[in-house]
């Protein structure tokens, strides 16, 4: 009767080698795949958008920004419901805006634009600027297509306008 504890103890040492090195090939394999997962996760645009007091705490300032070290293309932004403020009504032409979309976004870029006055704000002039708005960012960086942010903006009517952000997951394809 053969000795098969001894067989395989023997097999285990003829090959102990190439099981090893098998695998820390396969380690390797997978820290590259985590280190090239980070890397490209640190090097891409980040676009987001914001409701935001200026230095003289007087105006609402519509805030869209890349703070990412990279360019982002074709980025939109929707509002649902429409982003409404007391100033779009002060002129016919000027609507609820339920989208944004700019061709590019340089890093570090920063634009801003009049949303309403803080006294509007507070006043309840209108009522629907109050209600809680989802915001939606999607972009291109490298032929690939980010669905970023989606959060709620809720202004409020305290001593100054504070946004609520409430994050909901997301996925990248």
Known sequence: MPDWFGIIIGIIERHLGVLISFGAVIIALMSLRQTRKTFDEHNRPYVYFNLEEDETHRKILMVVSNTGIRSAKNVCIKFSPPLESPLFHSDERNKPISELVFGYLSPGQRMSGLF??????????????????????????????????????????????????????????
């Open 116 to 173: 309403s006055h803080i006294h509007a704000m507070k006043s309840g002039e209108n009522e629907k600027i109050r209600n809680p708005v989802d915001v939606s960012i999607s972009y291109e960086y490298n032929g690939k297509k980010y669905p970023d942010d989606h959060y709620t903006i809720v202004p409020t009517d305290s001593t100054s306008v504070h946004l609520k952000l409430k994050p909901i997951p997301w996925t990248v394809r």
